[in-house]
Nanobody, 119 residues
């Protein structure tokens, strides 16, 4: 059993910053890629950022104002987004590709955290 729990969402003013965290716990043997998606109402799900080993990739919509990082000792992935815009409003979901002690590698998801950018 693996669980991902996100934290850090909320209401932020335009131009502000936010930090999200996602902790994986459970029957973990190894964690490969970790990342974040987001989905705004009426829009397709968008991959925001991914980190695998030390390699990172960002969506064009957040490139240059976002940083994804991870702490493998804590099984945690972080997302920092600066200069927030109203169009960043969405539910943000973290994911991790995890090999469990008892099974194959699979992608696991967090429950989602709401980020609202509004004055």
């Amino acid at each position: 059993q693996v669980q991902l729990v996100e934290s850090g969402g909320g209401l932020v003013q335009p131009g502000g910053s936010l930090g999200l965290a996602c902790v994986a716990s459970g029957n973990i043997f190894n964690i490969f890629a970790m990342g974040w998606y987001r989905q705004a109402p009426g829009k397709q799900r968008e991959q925001v950022a991914i980190i695998s080993d030390s390699t990172t990739n960002y969506a064009d919509s957040v490139k240059g104002r976002s940083t994804i990082s991870r702490n493998d000792a804590k099984n945690t992935v972080y997302l920092q987004v600066n200069t927030l815009k109203p169009e960043d409003t969405a539910v943000y979901y973290c994911y991790a590709d995890i090999r469990t002690i008892s099974g194959p590698t699979a992608r696991y998801w967090g429950q989602g955290t709401q980020v609202t950018v509004s004055s």
